[in-house]
């Protein structure tokens, strides 16, 4: 189980960066397009406020014992998304910082054995509630990047970016063929299995780079990631 309180150190980072970043853009930035396909950077603000949100859901469940899904239906995460992708830039900067309020708030309501309940994740995986902090301090850094406001991979913190490498190959690794995948090494930081890699089949770079291999922010020329870099299926 992830420790929740160190966790969430991660996210107040996050959270004041993207605060800072947002903040800074113009009114006429709201429709420009974000590093997402089809998404502009509304739909990216508007998607990080409802998630925050979506996340206080679950932080209640752990509270409350009460179930209270993330998502009313399968549909509501794309349609509030895209209802409120055209609003004005002032109201997705408040939207932003109020619902990172929101999800502060719920995550300091927990008691310690709160953050040991068993909650239901978008994705329909049991998780404990401890690791909603992850969530949450996952999908902030990485759509920081998103944004295109300046800021690369190489801004996460070390530790965080790490954790992050070893939850995406993780992931990956129940999806790619048997015989496919490499030993991911970072100095200082050891190896973790992507797949099921032949012997001497060996990725290295600093957690950052491979970091942003793996979730598809950097193309297969990252200059620092070195090795024979395997075809990778598309992160969430």
Known sequence: MRDPKRVLGWVEDGQCRLQQAVDALSADEV???SAL???TRGHLLTHLARNADALVNLLTW???GIPTPMYTSPDQRVTDIEAGAGRPMAEQQADVRESAARFWKAAEALSDDAWSATVVSGQGR???ASEVPW???REVWIHLVDL???VGMDTLPTDLAWALVRDVAGWMSARLDPGIGAEL???GHGTVALGTPSAGVTVMGPPSAL???LTGRSGTEEPHVTGELPSLPRWL
Request: glycine share 8%; aromatic share 8%.
């Open 185 to 187: 090494r970072a100095e």
């Open 148 to 150: 295109r406001v300046g």
């Open 62 to 64: 752990a509270r409350t």
């Open 211 to 213: 970091a942003a291999w």
């Open 37 to 39: 396909p089809g998404w």
């Open 126 to 128: 049991e998780i404990p």
């Open 135 to 137: 969530l949450r301090a």
């Open 31 to 33: 429709t420009a397009p």
